[in-house]
Nanobody
Framework: QVQLVESGGGLVQAGGSLRLSCAASGSIFSTKAMGWYRQAPGERRELVAD???????NYGDSVKGRFTISRDSAKKTVYLQMTSLKPEDTAVYYC??????????????WGQGTQVTVSS
């Protein structure tokens, strides 16, 4: 079993910054990728950013140039630095991890979510 624990959400004014962290623990053979998704009320969950085990990154169009994803493989932790925040960034942010089992299967795990609210 794998657990993902998120931290760093909160309330911030437009133009401000926040840093989210997500630490993975449990039965982790190796990690394929980790990332962040978000879901606003009444909206679909969407990709914010993800990062592969080799360090390749991928960003949603709406956050390119403002958000930066990084990882500390030794700590099994992924970070999301969010700058120039806008009210439309308000959502619950979910950590996601794709984990390899010892047999090579990939399992996807989700964190419990952390609220980010950007006031105008």
């Amino acid at each position: 079993q794998v657990q993902l624990v998120e931290s760093g959400g909160g309330l911030v004014q437009a133009g401000g910054s926040l840093r989210l962290s997500c630490a993975a623990s449990g039965s982790i053979f190796s990690t394929k990728a980790m990332g962040w998704y978000r879901q606003a009320p009444g909206e679909r969950r969407e990709l914010v950013a993800d990062i592969s085990s080799s360090g390749n990154t991928n960003y949603g169009d709406s956050v390119k140039g403002r958000f930066t994803i990084s990882r500390d493989s030794a700590k099994k932790t992924v970070y999301l630095q969010m700058t120039s925040l806008k009210p439309e960034d308000t959502a619950v942010y979910y950590c996601n991890a794709e984990i390899y089992s010892e047999l090579g299967y990939v399992y996807k795990y989700w964190g419990q979510g952390t609220q980010v609210t950007v006031s105008s």
